[in-house]
Nanobody, 124 residues
């Protein structure tokens, strides 16, 4: 069973940067299509970025394109989300998610496993 663990969240000022990390404590993430989602208080969970296992192509939500970068390091069994030029509206709990196969999809129902989430707070 996939057991995802996120880390790297925290408090940062407007315009700052953070890097989130995600790993699978049980197996390897390199066989999965991986996604990052976020959920702000009172809002639905939304897609942020994803990376396909087969071709490594990344996909981004329009609100983060050009500021966030998703990447994977297969040797370290890690997936990262580098977040630059952070804004207060990026404040949310960020979740790592995995789907066994297929292309990157933006709906939460497409993902089979989820991490516990890590809080990102951007102060103005």
């Amino acid at each position: 069973q996939v057991q995802l663990v996120e880390s790297g969240g925290g408090l940062v000022q407007d315009g700052g940067s953070l890097r989130l990390s995600c790993t699978d404590s049980g197996r390897t993430v390199i066989s999965y299509t991986m996604g990052w989602f976020r959920q702000a208080p009172g809002k639905e969970r939304e897609f942020v970025a994803g990376i396909s296992w087969s071709d490594g192509i990344a996909h981004y939500a329009g609100s983060v394109k050009g500021r966030f970068t998703i990447s994977r390091d297969n040797a370290k069994n890690m997936v990262y989300l580098q977040m630059n030029s952070l804004k207060p509206e990026d404040t949310a709990v960020y979740y790592c998610a995995a789907r066994i196969s297929g292309v990157v999809l933006t709906t939460t129902l497409a993902y089979d496993s989820w991490g516990q989430g890590t809080q990102v707070t951007v102060s103005s």
